[in-house]
């Protein structure tokens, strides 16, 4: 449990780090504020980049912490400037590091109720939690951010996604 969800939301925390930091390289090539991009949406209906960003964190940061029998890091209020968000990842990253690897291990058959913004509580196990709902939607926001990059014109490829320099 601990390898499936602190061993996946730690490098891809990191990767989504350094999609930003691709993106701002190339507003500042191109003489325009990198803030421009944190409100791209792919719909009107869908979240910008900022908040694909912060949502990454949400999940990854309250799944780690439900495995683990902790409070959830009280992240910062979303701002859409690049410095913001880039705390707010180092943030998530390290509150999920500091995660007790034993208790996480623990958790595959303990049932956990992820809170909804909206205050509905969800019943899981701690597996399902991950598997069926936390890393499908963690992995949802991630995606979305990098294609947005993507969009702008960013130049990223896949290995950029995957962390493999």
């Known amino acids: ?15 989504l780090s350094a999609l930003l930091d691709k993106g701002v390289a190339y507003a500042e090539a191109r003489k325009f504020n990198p803030a421009v991009l944190l409100g791209m949406r792919i719909a009107p209906d869908m979240y910008d980049l900022a908040q694909q960003i912060g949502e990454a964190c949400r999940h990854a940061t309250v799944a780690a912490a439900l495995l683990a029998e902790r409070e959830p890091v009280t992240l910062p209020v979303l701002e859409h400037d690049m410095a913001g968000l880039q705390a707010r990842i180092a943030t998530s990253i390290e509150f999920i590091e500091s995660l007790p ?15 909804l913004k909206n205050g ?11 598997l069926t709902f936390s890393m499908p939607q963690f992995f949802f ?5 990098y294609d947005l ?17």
């Open 1 to 15: 449990m601990y390898d499936a969800s602190v061993g996946v939301f730690v490098p891809y925390l990191g990767n």
């Open 101 to 115: 690897r034993a208790e996480i291990n623990a958790a595959a058959e303990r049932n956990v109720f992820f809170r």
């Open 120 to 130: 509905t509580e969800l019943p899981f196990t701690g597996r399902t939690l991950l």
């Open 141 to 145: 926001h991630v995606t979305t951010a």
């Open 149 to 165: 990059l993507r969009h702008a014109g960013v130049e990223l490829v896949k290995n950029d996604y995957l962390g493999r320099r």
